[in-house]
């Protein structure tokens, strides 16, 4: 059993950064990719970044490249998204997410999620 739990969301103006952490508990965190997701309120869920095992490879949805950083430290069992340079639109629910198929936005292991709000 997998769970995941985030942190570091909050209120921030326009420009700033945040940076977002999702621990995980379980054998597996180490083995496997890892992804953010997030959802703006009447949206549908959005793939942020994601990072495979190593954290060699990395991808970003066009609408974060350039600011957002994802990250992980398989010793301490963490994933973390470094956001800068946020806009309005970056506005949603932030999650971690493990297994994820971007095609269906599923995955094998949710967390709750964390608030961000960017005000203008």
């Known amino acids: 059993q997998v769970t995941l739990v985030e942190s570091g969301g909050g209120l921030v103006q326009a420009g700033g950064s945040l940076r977002l952490s999702c621990a995980a508990s379980g054998r597996t965190f180490g083995s496997s990719a890892m992804a953010w997701i997030r959802q703006a309120q009447g949206k549908e869920h959005e793939f942020v970044a994601d990072?495979?095992?190593?954290?060699?490879?990395?991808h970003y949805a066009d609408s974060v490249n350039g600011r957002f950083t994802i990250s992980r430290d398989n010793a301490k069992n963490t994933l973390y998204l470094q956001m800068n340079s946020l806009k309005p639109e970056d506005t949603a629910v932030y999650y971690c997410a493990q297994g994820l198929l971007i095609a269906t936005m599923s995955a094998n292991y949710w967390g709750q999620g964390t608030q961000v709000t960017v005000s203008s």
């Open positions: 990072i495979n095992w190593s954290g060699g490879i990395t």
